[in-house]
């Protein structure tokens, strides 16, 4: 099992930028894929972005294309969402989530562990 804590939430002004931390612990950090989830009020959850376990393969959600960035350091045991040009559609709460795999994955069912999620609220 592995135990993940987000932090680096918070309100920000449309444009704005935000950058999520999740440090994880419990297992070999470069064994599994990681990704980052959201989920608004009143919508499912929805895949943001992932990351293999090694770093070089990364995916995103077509909304936030050129805008967020997914990395991981495997050496300090935390995965990073780098978030600019932020909108108000962006306002969630988002969760860090670690895969069951290596490999690269954006479906929820692939992950079997899941943080407690931090609030990103942006303002118009």
């Known amino acids: 099992q592995v135990q993940l804590v987000e932090s680096g939430g918070g309100l920000v002004q449309t444009g704005g930028s935000l950058r999520l931390s999740c440090a994880a612990s419990g297992r070999t950090f470069s064994s599994y894929a990681m990704g980052w989830f959201r989920q608004a009020p009143g919508k499912d959850r929805e895949s943001v972005a992932a990351i293999s376990g090694s770093g070089g393969s990364t995916g995103y959600a077509n909304s936030v294309k050129g805008r967020f960035t997914i990395s991981r350091d495997n050496a300090k045991n935390t995965m990073y969402l780098q978030m600019n040009s932020l909108k108000p559609e962006d306002t969630a709460v988002y969760y860090c989530?670690?895969?069951?795999?290596?490999?690269?994955?954006?479906?929820?069912?692939?992950?079997?562990?899941w943080g407690q999620g931090t609030q990103v609220t942006v303002s118009s």
């Open positions: 989530a670690a895969a069951n795999s290596i490999f690269i994955s954006r479906a929820p069912t692939a992950f079997g562990s």
